[in-house]
């Protein structure tokens, strides 16, 4: 697969994706419509950078508009699809749902209807660790039921994983939706709590931490999530001959080309040992403001990753200590502080 289309490139896991396709002589075709639910300015940076690279175009659009994100997809036609493009932010949902239906339903629809159309090798798709929702049984498998989704964010990417199953089934669409937990790293969004924590201790304001400080994480650096997506790609699922040749941990559809996978570290950390992590490492403390839990919000997530391992002989490693070091070089470079 030598031509990737990928939504989202100026956001924080799609510029990394593009970056490390483009390094490994892919032609990368980058669709983003540059919203201002953050700092648009650091978007712009990004898109710079890929833009150095001749293989990388792009087009500037809404995944909304199909007839503009169809001709991107037609002209460019790709081997694969990566959407990542999203409405993103359990917290923003609580405000703005609506955002979260017209980007993460409308668009995705819009996406897959390309794809299908394009009859693309592999349609790969974001989803969340979210979608686990109330589930208590931990680690989190891919063969588990997912369905008590607490958030508006939630459910429309849960929506987004019956959607792509449905399509897989009635158009042979081979798809993978994968489930990403706590994603961190350099060029990471200002609404990510490592941005905010790293943000407010160094300009001496206090951090708020929720449910007192009781809350697990499996956090995942930003390298190993998408080289993980990139060794995806080459793993397009099969239609199965029949349901006795599904492994027990593989989430493989009985009926469609269709396969969810945890991207995770399969650690879970304490938030009140990564905060303090973040303390060593700027050589700051915290000042620290206790709150109860948010709305929507859960204690923990934790990832089996065992299915990626399977498919691809990976699994993510990077420690939070190593994460959290490359997160400050950049984020006192970038911000000069």
Avoid at 48 to 61: C, Q
Avoid at 189 to 198: C, E, S, Y
Wanted: glycine share 6%; charged share 25%.
């Amino acid at each position: 697969m030598s031509k990737i289309f990928i939504t989202g490139t100026a956001g924080f896991i799609g510029f990394h994706l593009a970056k490390k396709l483009l390094r490994e002589g892919f032609d990368v075709h980058g669709f983003d419509g540059l919203t201002d639910y953050y700092d648009v300015t650091l978007k712009h940076r990004r898109h710079k950078i890929l833009e150095t690279d001749a293989r990388f175009t792009s087009t500037i659009g809404m995944l909304e508009d199909q007839s503009t994100l169809d001709r991107a997809i037609d002209s460019f036609e790709p081997t694969a699809i990566v959407h990542l493009a999203a409405q993103a932010g359990v917290r923003y949902s609580l405000e703005n749902p609506r955002a979260y239906l017209d980007a993460n339903i409308v668009g995705t629809f819009n996406v897959m209807e390309a794809a299908r159309r394009q009859k693309v090798e592999h349609l790969l798709m974001a989803s969340t660790s979210s979608v686990y929702g109330a589930n208590e049984e931990m680690p989190f498998t891919e063969t588990e039921k997912a369905d008590t989704q607490l958030t508006i964010y939630a459910a429309t990417k849960k929506a987004n994983e019956s959607m792509g199953h449905a399509y897989a089934h009635l158009h042979d669409l081979p798809t993978t939706m994968f489930r990403f937990f706590t994603v961190y790293g350099p060029w990471g969004r200002p609404d990510l709590a490592l941005f905010k924590f790293v943000d407010a201790i160094l300009d001496g304001r206090p951090i708020d931490i929720y449910n007192h400080g009781d809350m697990f994480r499996d956090f995942t650096y930003v390298d190993d999530l998408v080289r993980a997506i990139s060794l995806l790609i080459d793993v397009p699922p099969e239609r199965p001959a029949s349901p006795d040749a599904i492994a027990s941990n593989d989430s493989l559809s009985s009926v469609a080309p269709f396969r969810v996978v945890n991207i995770g570290n399969s650690e879970k950390v304490r938030l009140l040992d990564f905060i303090e992590a973040i303390e060593e490492e700027l050589g700051v403390k915290a000042q620290r403001n206790y709150m109860p839990m948010q709305t929507g919000d859960v204690p923990a997530t934790w990832a089996d990753a065992s299915l990626l391992q399977d498919l691809t002989g990976y699994r993510p490693q990077t420690n939070i200590r190593e994460g959290i070091s490359a997160f400050v070089a950049w984020f006192r470079d970038y911000y000069a502080k």
